[in-house]
């Protein structure tokens, strides 16, 4: 049994069709729990920051989300435009296609802008795992390293078909973090999919240092949860 | 039966995991069968556009894809970008969560700002029916005309749970666009979930002026497929 499971738990609200109430729900769950972090869409950091001024909990926001098949300079937009708006972690999503095709240089260029305009803010890298073979996973998971990324990110949520985080895959990031000099400084946020408290720990188990959840209240009262997580 | 099937169609291929031969074969294709288009995502833009330059096939891209949810001002710079790189058309996606809130100053500047930049190129407007009541998608189509769009759009294919381009959306849409001045000269383009020829003549004859669908060969061909309409 982890405790302060809450600490670990981006509560998480991503859905484009979200109204004003949902966020404002969200952030007072946000308080009342003690959860890590809200993570929200760009258009809501504003309002979120404004609602959890003072509480300590984070607002984390997305960047080139879902898919990651924008311009980076777009995604350099993205985060300059959403640290004005006061968001204090920035989740990107990797160049997909271009890893799949092995543009190396064209996924760590990526990632490594994104980590200079955000200074001293955590980027989270969403690698999304059900798109990669294993071997693609710990490339991405390397280039996090190299590119300086505070953290690997599994998975959006939104990717058709998807799993989301998973035992294996966090574990296969865990070693290929540990695998090089400087990779154990980085966490590992698993997110999408995870059902309830015991899959939560046993993503915790396996490495993750962070969950991206949209049941972070069914998961730390115990109660049942249809939400679709992401 | 309607003729020249092939010139109401934008190629699509969206998937965030699609590697560089999948583009190659989309831009061969929309070549062969003179589609109207291809849809691609911005980082793929220059591609397709070096491989359809002089075919008479355009390039759509899109922006704000597909949540809708980040900034105009990012949005903006996507479109800029992609114009840069040879897009021909922009496929936006408007803020669906602000048009929930009844925001509609923020979901027409945000339209009005992309046909600015997009100058002479059209821009369709996807208000993601799935995500909308009867009335919100009316009010959208509205906004539509106010803000200068070439196009309403029904679907992203990406929604939660959605079922994309429908008969009875079509209509609703086109029975909007008729009730207001200047409203029939924007056209639809019915995207997502589109099955076969008999599915595409349908929303044809329910107003679709334009299909987006990843199934364009084998609704030109008759051909069985089971690929995902994006």
Chains 1, 2 share one sequence.
């Not at 607002?59 to 777009?74: E, H, I, K, M, R």
């Not at 505070?150 to 695998?179: H, N, P, Y």
């Not at 309830?196 to 009262?221: F, M, N, P, Q, W």
């Amino acid at each position: 049994m982890i405790e302060r499971l809450n600490e670990y738990i981006d509560h998480t609200l991503l859905k484009p069709n979200a109204k004003q109430a949902d966020f404002e729900l969200l952030c007072a769950e946000a308080r009342l729990y003690k959860f890590k972090a809200v993570c929200v869409n760009p258009y809501r950091v504003k309002y979120a920051a404004s609602q959890l001024q003072g509480s300590g909990v984070l607002v984390a926001t997305v960047v080139g989300f879902p898919l990651g098949a924008s311009y980076t300079s777009a995604k350099v937009g993205e985060t300059m435009m959403a640290i004005d708006d006061g968001a204090d972690e920035i989740d990107m999503v990797i160049n997909i296609s271009a890893l799949i095709d092995s543009q190396t240089m064209v996924v760590e260029r990526d990632i490594e802008r994104i980590v200079q305009v955000a200074g001293r803010r955590p980027v989270k890298v969403i690698i999304e795992t059900d798109a990669l073979t294993n071997a693609q996973k710990v490339q991405a998971s390397l280039l996090c390293i190299d590119a300086g990324a505070a953290m690997v990110k599994t998975s959006t949520g939104f990717f058709a078909g998807g799993k989301g985080a998973t035992v294996e895959d966090v574990q296969l990031i865990k070693r290929t973090l540990d695998s090089k000099p400087g990779g154990d400084k980085l966490g590992i946020k698993a997110s999408g999919g995870i059902p309830d408290r015991a899959g939560a720990e046993a993503l915790i188990a396996a490495g993750a240092t962070r969950l991206g959840t949209s049941r972070g209240v069914a998961i730390i009262t115990g109660a049942k949860s249809d939400a679709k997580t992401y």
